[in-house]
C-alpha cells in the first residue's frame, strides 16, 4: 500500500509541477501545495490504517471470493484495478434454484454497470447470508487484492462490516 501512496504522490507531484510551470507559481508557493498533499495522503492512510487497528471481531466477517478463474478477460482486467477499500455488494443468486449462493459484485461507474466478480465460497454461505438478511445496514469491502494476470492468479479478500 506504501508503494501505491508513492506512486499516487509522484504522479500527483508531476500534475502539480506541469501546473505551475504553466501558471507560473512561485517555487515558495509549489512546495507548499505539494508538502499540503503529502500532509492530506498520510492523513488518508491513518484514517484507512486507524479504521483497521480498531476492529470488534464480532462485528466483521472476511472471506475470498470464490469463481474468479471463471471471469472473462474484461472483468480479469477491471479486478486488476480494484484496491482495498473499494466497495462490493452482496445478493442471493434468483437464478439459484436453492437461494443459497450469494453474488460479489462490483459497480463499475465508467459503464454504469454492476460486474458480476464471483460468489461467497459455500462453506460461508449460510453464515454471509445470515449477516446479510439481519443487518440491512452491513457495508462489504475489498480487504486485499492479488491479480496477476500473466498467470491467472486472481484473489480478492472481503470483509463484512456489520
Known sequence: MDVL??????????????ECISNSESYEELQDRVNLNVITRKEEKEQYESRYENKDSSNYCFFNV???RYLKAKTKK???ELVPGDIL???RDSDD????????????IIKSDEILLG????DK???IGEIIDDNPQYQCYVNDISCSLSDNNISISAEIKY
Open 89 to 91: 455488494f452482496l445478493e
Open 66 to 68: 470464490a469463481g474468479l
Open 5 to 18: 501512496i508513492v506512486i499516487f504522490e509522484m504522479n500527483n507531484c508531476l500534475f502539480t509541477l506541469r
Open 78 to 80: 477491471l479486478i486488476a
Open 119 to 122: 460468489y461467497v465460497p459455500a
Open 97 to 108: 434454484e436453492y437461494n443459497n449462493m450469494i453474488k460479489v459484485t462490483f459497480f463499475d
Open 125 to 127: 454461505t449460510v453464515s
